[in-house]
């Protein structure tokens, strides 16, 4: 069972590019631009029972100037235009079933998104939820050991 339980209104938007570890999303709106912050762990769907873990690496905002066609054209010269665009950097992957184990982590990428895949970012009850995986699997394999207390 995933531990992500996403709805479609958490959508942040859509993968438009895929290029080894970089995916680009387009997102539909600077309502939910906002929301896209450096560093911000997101879910991406990838094969059945995987979600790719990616962060937030640039968040891009574009406008542009477009002519309307001849037959649209009324009192304006020009139509104002946005394009919002998120960068990510794959950063592992959640397996919800590995052999015996259940909800594994890696920081292998695994497999990629799809185009037109959907990107959720990992917040709240979901955040909580991963964060614990991540421990879970560095206190029983490669638990970070930062200095000795010698007292």
């Known amino acids: 069972m995933s531990i992500f339980n996403f709805k479609k209104e958490d959508n942040l938007g ?3 590019q895929v290029d080894t570890t970089r995916v680009f999303i387009r997102v539909p709106s600077s ?3 906002a929301e896209a912050k450096l560093g911000r762990l997101t879910a991406l769907k990838g094969r059945p029972g995987e979600w790719l873990i990616a962060m937030v690496e640039r968040v ?3 406008f542009f100037e477009e002519k309307p066609a001849e037959e649209e054209e009324k009192d304006y010269d020009v139509i104002e235009t946005e394009e919002n665009v998120v960068h990510l950097i794959l950063i592992g992957t959640l397996r919800e079933k590995e052999g015996e184990k259940i909800n594994v982590f890696t920081r292998s990428v695994l497999s990629f ?3 037109d895949a959907p ?3 990992i917040e709240g009850k979901e955040l909580e939820v991963f964060m614990g995986v991540i421990s879970s699997v560095a206190i029983y394999e490669n638990a970070l ?3 000795l207390y010698t007292g």
Request: charged share 20%; proline share 11%.
């Open 31 to 33: 309502d939910k631009l």
């Open 113 to 115: 998104p799809n185009i």
């Open 14 to 16: 859509n993968v438009i």
């Open 119 to 121: 990107c959720y970012p």
């Open 60 to 62: 891009i905002r574009r």
């Open 145 to 147: 050991n930062i200095g």
